[in-house]
């Protein structure tokens, strides 16, 4: 058997919603060129995101017949917390409904103003959570990330110089812990390699800095490691994201991507005293400990979930797939974010449309294109994400890369679907002087890209 084939065959399929151009111009006029504001019907490919957008398994959908629903104490629970005790080896697996919620309870409990937290990389709704606690976010990406054509490994690791640099200096008091984002998802889904966890924990262990891992993509970072890092070559995923959690006080996990279910997620603990201090929040805004905001089925298709996303053959499969999509953007003269990862691929949208300056959003400007062309939903990660205006809407800051991310939803899509995703780019990138670039017409002051309007000028 080869890692092409999905280890699995389809039992229950759903019809794709079909548009034509002319409701698809309709639809982008109506929602303002934000592609958040689409109905889903009007989608047809939607590689939005790889989170909460997986398809469940027959053994899933078994083990939530079977769940219990009751209140406290349910089998659910204690078959969820089972599974997540052997896989990380923390005693306090706290439930939570998303990963924001683990990464809100923690930050609480341990960040605060005048704090600071040390990461790879900060998802968003993680630097979020950190500054709502009046803490102070710090992405410390190593220098290859800088380099989206270069083929390095690893390039989703922590810069261990600057790491130490913090903490052998004047600000070490302050750092309320070091974050590392396995996969690096906002950093072009990179990994994080053993070695570089490894001397990250040593850091921290020096230093008595708290090393937590966000785990959302565990699974699929311990498989990049089994194919990348010679020391870790022969081992299975299962060992090696044992090995990760283990080097580390506690996760966060967002069972919304390596858990392969719709909701759910939960915070992992070592330390008891500090599992004392994060319940009466926990209990508070998510629900008793044995619950967390969950329903029953979902502790139990989470438990189930986390086990699958750990099959070698699903992962080769995933990795085949991201593979074939990134070849067939690769031949359509599409620059991607190098080497692809497994949940997505980023296409480099600056490159391809030079004409576009950054201020005009060339990000989402291919984004919008391919939903036109071809009824496909992406996300912007490039100027519209991360660049500023000031108050005369003069362009102040712009990303460093104009991306857009093709998330892949884990079990859903076949490769007919990633080859007309490739179609619609060849096309596209054909006469890509036809592309118009964009304009905001109005914007919220934080997070504005989920909010804000637009018009092609
Ligand atoms: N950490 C990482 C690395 C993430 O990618 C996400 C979500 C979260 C934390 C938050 O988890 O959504 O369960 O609250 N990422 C999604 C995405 C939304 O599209 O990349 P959540």
């Given at each position: 058997m080869t890692g092409r084939m999905e280890p699995y065959r389809i039992k229950a399929v759903e019809p794709l919603p079909r548009t034509t151009r002319p409701q698809r111009e309709a639809a982008l006029r109506r929602v303002h060129?934000?592609?958040?504001?689409?109905?889903?019907?009007?989608?047809?490919?939607?590689?939005?995101?790889?989170s909460g957008t997986g398809a469940l398994s027959a053994g899933q959908l078994a083990a939530a017949m079977a769940a219990d629903e009751s209140y406290a104490g349910s089998g659910s629970f204690h078959r969820f917390r089972d599974a997540a005790r052997e896989l990380t080896s923390y005693p306090h697996i706290l439930p939570v409904h998303q990963g924001r919620a683990a990464e809100r309870v923690l930050f609480s409990t341990?960040?605060?103003?005048?704090k600071i937290t040390l990461s790879n990389t900060h998802f968003d709704t993680t630097r979020a959570n950190v500054e709502l606690t009046g803490g102070e976010a710090r992405d410390l990406p190593c220098?290859?990330?800088?380099?989206?054509?270069?083929?390095?490994?690893?390039?989703?690791?922590?810069?261990l110089e600057s790491l130490r640099a913090v903490l052998d200096g004047p600000e070490a008091s302050r750092v309320a812990l070091v974050l590392m984002t396995v996969t690096n998802n906002g950093c072009g889904g990179q990994p994080v390699s053993m070695a570089n966890l490894t001397e990250a924990a040593a850091v921290c262990r020096r230093h008595g800095v708290p090393l937590f891992l966000d785990a959302a993509r565990f699974a699929e970072n311990a498989w990049l490691v089994t194919r990348r890092e010679a020391a870790y070559r022969g081992r299975t995923p299962h060992q090696v994201a044992q090995e990760a959690f283990r080097l580390a006080d506690g996760c966060l996990l967002s069972g919304k991507k390596d858990g392969i279910v719709h909701i759910g997620g939960f915070l992992g603990l070592r330390d008891s005293a500090l599992a004392r201090r994060c319940e009466p929040l926990l209990i508070a805004t998510e629900g008793f400990p044995t619950y967390g905001g969950l329903a029953g089925r979902d502790m139990d298709m989470m438990a189930v979930g986390l086990a699958e996303a750990l099959d070698p053959a699903y992962l080769a499969s995933r990795e085949h797939a991201a593979a074939h999509l990134a070849a067939r953007a690769r031949a359509a003269g599409v620059g991607i974010v190098e080497p692809p990862g497994l949940h997505a691929v980023y296409l480099d949208a600056g490159r391809l449309l030079g004409h576009i300056p950054a201020h005009r959003f060339p990000g989402q400007a291919l984004a919008c294109q391919l939903y036109l062309e071809g009824g496909i939903r992406s996300v912007e990660l490039g100027s519209l994400y991360l660049g500023r205006e000031d108050e005369h809407g003069e362009p102040v800051a712009s990303a460093p890369h104009e991306l857009v991310r093709l998330a892949l939803p884990r079990r859903v899509y076949t490769r007919g679907h990633l080859d007309h995703v490739g179609d619609v780019l060849a096309q596209i990138a054909g006469e890509p002087g036809k592309v118009p670039g964009y304009r905001i017409t109005e914007q919220a002051p934080v997070l504005r890209h989920f909010r804000v309007r637009l018009e092609p000028v």
């Amino acid at each position: 058997m080869t890692g092409r084939m999905e280890p699995y065959r389809i039992k229950a399929v759903e019809p794709l919603p079909r548009t034509t151009r002319p409701q698809r111009e309709a639809a982008l006029r109506r929602v303002h060129y934000n592609l958040f504001d689409l109905r889903a019907e009007e989608v047809t490919i939607d590689l939005l995101t790889d989170s909460g957008t997986g398809a469940l398994s027959a053994g899933q959908l078994a083990a939530a017949m079977a769940a219990d629903e009751s209140y406290a104490g349910s089998g659910s629970f204690h078959r969820f917390r089972d599974a997540a005790r052997e896989l990380t080896s923390y005693p306090h697996i706290l439930p939570v409904h998303q990963g924001r919620a683990a990464e809100r309870v923690l930050f609480s409990t341990l960040v605060g103003p005048g704090k600071i937290t040390l990461s790879n990389t900060h998802f968003d709704t993680t630097r979020a959570n950190v500054e709502l606690t009046g803490g102070e976010a710090r992405d410390l990406p190593c220098p290859q990330s800088r380099d989206v054509d270069g083929a390095a490994p690893f390039k989703g690791d922590i810069d261990l110089e600057s790491l130490r640099a913090v903490l052998d200096g004047p600000e070490a008091s302050r750092v309320a812990l070091v974050l590392m984002t396995v996969t690096n998802n906002g950093c072009g889904g990179q990994p994080v390699s053993m070695a570089n966890l490894t001397e990250a924990a040593a850091v921290c262990r020096r230093h008595g800095v708290p090393l937590f891992l966000d785990a959302a993509r565990f699974a699929e970072n311990a498989w990049l490691v089994t194919r990348r890092e010679a020391a870790y070559r022969g081992r299975t995923p299962h060992q090696v994201a044992q090995e990760a959690f283990r080097l580390a006080d506690g996760c966060l996990l967002s069972g919304k991507k390596d858990g392969i279910v719709h909701i759910g997620g939960f915070l992992g603990l070592r330390d008891s005293a500090l599992a004392r201090r994060c319940e009466p929040l926990l209990i508070a805004t998510e629900g008793f400990p044995t619950y967390g905001g969950l329903a029953g089925r979902d502790m139990d298709m989470m438990a189930v979930g986390l086990a699958e996303a750990l099959d070698p053959a699903y992962l080769a499969s995933r990795e085949h797939a991201a593979a074939h999509l990134a070849a067939r953007a690769r031949a359509a003269g599409v620059g991607i974010v190098e080497p692809p990862g497994l949940h997505a691929v980023y296409l480099d949208a600056g490159r391809l449309l030079g004409h576009i300056p950054a201020h005009r959003f060339p990000g989402q400007a291919l984004a919008c294109q391919l939903y036109l062309e071809g009824g496909i939903r992406s996300v912007e990660l490039g100027s519209l994400y991360l660049g500023r205006e000031d108050e005369h809407g003069e362009p102040v800051a712009s990303a460093p890369h104009e991306l857009v991310r093709l998330a892949l939803p884990r079990r859903v899509y076949t490769r007919g679907h990633l080859d007309h995703v490739g179609d619609v780019l060849a096309q596209i990138a054909g006469e890509p002087g036809k592309v118009p670039g964009y304009r905001i017409t109005e914007q919220a002051p934080v997070l504005r890209h989920f909010r804000v309007r637009l018009e092609p000028v």
